[in-house]
């Protein structure tokens, strides 16, 4: 099954803007899927963040923002609180497999 | 309010099967796909498959080798996903999520369930 790679971790001070990379192929994210975004924290369900590349869904502080291009997305979230500490998990479509793909996952730390 | 609820915590012999159940309230149940997504402890998420609520169509990934099926009950407004000849690698949390179609490109998941934690051990 194709998977979504995304870097393990990331790490930034509070108020710095931290970025999460999503890299997919030329099956999914390469052949203009749309990447969504979520948000889980230990032990709770995943929260959607991002749809569509980039659109928030209500509720979603506007620190949060994605982009897409190529075979690749990315998460940006700026202004980085204490509370944002969490996994983070890319997901796309993949129309080789005809089946939805998560990203392996993205530990956020503020220092 | 959308809510997805889903039955209680499991633990299963390997070889055994397991049904978990998906309730759905809040919104038109036959307007929307319902998701499987699971997550082994300390891993990712990983996509099971999905059942359009409205037409029954099912549709399922290819690592499962068909053991999983999903099924629904539109007088109950839920939705079933049973996953047979169990392993160890299976123990997990199982979530149910509502899928929406977002601009021909597929599905994300805007309301999930609690999850549902089947263990598998002999």
């Known amino acids: 099954q194709s998977v979504l790679t995304q870097p393990p971790s990331v790490s930034g001070a509070p108020g710095q803007r931290v970025t999460i990379s999503c890299t997919g192929s030329?099956?999914?994210?390469?052949?203009?899927?749309?990447v969504h975004w979520y948000q889980q924290f230990p032990g709770t369900v995943p929260k959607l963040l991002i749809y569509g590349s980039r659109i928030r869904p209500s509720g979603v502080p506007d620190r949060f923002s994605g982009s897409k291009s190529g075979t690749s997305a990315s998460l940006a979230i700026s202004g980085l609180q204490a509370e944002d500490e969490a996994d983070y998990y890319c997901?796309?479509?993949?129309?080789?497999?005809?089946?939805?793909?998560f990203g392996t996952g993205t530990k956020v730390t503020v220092l | 309010q959308v809510q997805l609820v889903q039955s209680g915590a499991e633990v299963k012999k390997p070889g055994a099967s397991v049904k978990v159940s998906c309730k759905a309230s809040?919104?038109?149940?036959?307007?929307?796909?319902i998701h499987w997504v699971r997550q082994a402890p300390g891993q990712r998420l990983e996509w099971m498959g999905r059942i359009d609520a409205g037409s029954d169509n099912t549709k399922y990934t290819d690592i499962f080798q068909g053991r999983v099926t999903i099924t629904r009950d539109t007088s109950a407004t839920t939705v079933y996903m049973e996953l047979s000849s169990l392993r160890s690698e299976d123990t997990a949390v199982y979530y149910c999520a509502r899928g929406n179609y977002y601009d021909s490109t597929g599905y994300y998941f805007d309301y999930w369930g609690q999850g549902t934690l089947v263990t598998v051990s002999s």
């Open positions: 809040g919104y038109t149940f036959t307007s929307f796909s």
């Open positions: 030329s099956s999914n994210i390469g052949a203009g899927y749309d």
């Open positions: 997901q796309s479509h993949d129309g080789l497999s005809a089946s939805y793909v």
